[in-house]
């Protein structure tokens, strides 16, 4: 087959990153397409993926995020029109999962969120839909989702390129060039997604809880801000000890090296999960069940409360206790495939 995978936000690139050399073992052809939406087309470039970029970002309103669909929709399908795809495969790319739609090509999305309003419209259109085995069935079907398109795997999407994954040594000396040292208890924090569709509410835990741990002899905060926006509010902020990089880094070495991962959003708790790295959610909005499937299984933890900030201590973690969930990539490719 000839095959289309739109790249529509950072967590999608070490995904299929991992998936694409699957497909191309078994004779089928790639191309890629890409958002220009926060290290989308930087990391995709440092990982050889070669992708087509077609728009961009929306910005926070609905309008603009609806405007901002129908136009890359639109430059998708005038771009895929004449390229013979036989197959469209995504993490919930809205605009191309329309695209295809309008072109007749079948299209194959994945997600694992079952709160995005937008999967009213994703799970719709979508040939086949691919999700957890943990994601809730009420769900589903309340996004349109027939039985007929639904498959389930187990694991976490963060599986699929973690299972295997080595430490680099020389790593380190990354995080020497940022002046941390290897002693020092290194917090790898992510804010919240306060533009996305839905996260449609204030979370003052998380700048609260990066406070707290700024303030710690010894420890370094490396900050991934999700905007250029965001960027600027943090450095307005002068918050001791906190560094955002201007280069996009390596997630997986980056995670395996913290002592603690901090987010308000879902994927990089998953991946310190699937790495045995301790991991704490602030997220404030309505939880995914495959997060709360991680906090059963002990490798998640919630922070709901300015009290629980207070009384937060920080050391430097023990070895690590990955989960090596080597079956799910083989799992998912067979999913995606099996037309």
């Known amino acids: 087959m000839h095959i289309w995978i739109d790249l529509a936000n950072s967590p999608h690139v070490p995904f299929f990153h991992a998936l694409i050399p699957e497909f191309t073992a078994r004779g089928h052809a790639v191309e890629i397409s890409a958002r220009d ?28 995020k609806a405007g901002n669909l129908l136009g890359r929709a639109a430059a998708l399908r005038k771009w895929a029109r004449d390229r013979g795809f036989d197959l469209a495969v995504s993490h919930n790319s809205y605009a191309q999962i329309a695209a295809a739609a309008a072109l007749g090509i079948k299209a194959v999305t994945l997600m694992d969120y079952e709160h995005q309003p937008a999967n009213h419209l994703a799970f719709r259109l ?5 999700v957890p085995r943990a994601f809730p069935a009420a769900e589903l079907r309340k996004y349109g989702a027939s039985l007929r398109k ?25 995080l020497r060039k940022l002046n ?18 839905y996260h449609r ?16 002899e010894g420890t370094k905060v490396i900050l991934i801000p999700r905007s250029d926006a965001q960027r600027a509010n943090y450095q307005a902020r ?9 280069e996009a880094l390596d997630g997986a070495n980056l995670i ?35 997060d709360e499937q991680l906090i059963g299984e002990g490798r998640l933890r919630r922070l709901n409360a300015r009290e629980e900030i207070e009384s937060l201590t920080v050391t430097k973690k023990s070895e690590l206790n ?16 099996d037309q």
Do not use: C
């Not at 002068?238 to 201007?246: E, S």
């Open 322 to 337: 990955p989960r090596r969930a080597s079956g799910v990539r083989d799992e998912i490719i067979k999913l995606i495939l």
């Open 150 to 174: 639904v498959k389930r795997y187990e694991g976490t999407k963060e599986d699929v390129y973690l299972a295997g994954f080595v430490p680099d040594p020389a790593f380190g000396e990354t």
């Open 37 to 64: 939406f926060a290290q989308t087309v930087e990391l995709a470039t440092k990982a050889g993926m070669m992708a087509h970029v077609i728009g961009g970002h929306g910005g926070g309103s609905i309008t603009g």
């Open 180 to 197: 941390i040292a290897s002693d020092d208890v290194l917090v790898v924090a992510r804010p919240p997604a306060r533009e996305a569709l």
């Open 201 to 216: 509410f204030e979370n003052e835990l998380f700048d609260e809880l990066i406070a707290r741990l700024s303030s710690f």
């Open 256 to 290: 395996a090296a913290a002592d603690l991962v901090v987010s308000a959003g879902g994927t990089m708790n998953r991946e310190a999960a699937a790495l045995g790295v301790p991991a704490i959610s602030v997220y404030a909005g309505r939880w995914a069940a495959i």
């Open 126 to 130: 979508a040939s086949k839909v691919i």
């Open 238 to 246: 002068n918050f001791a000890n906190v560094i955002m990089p201007r």
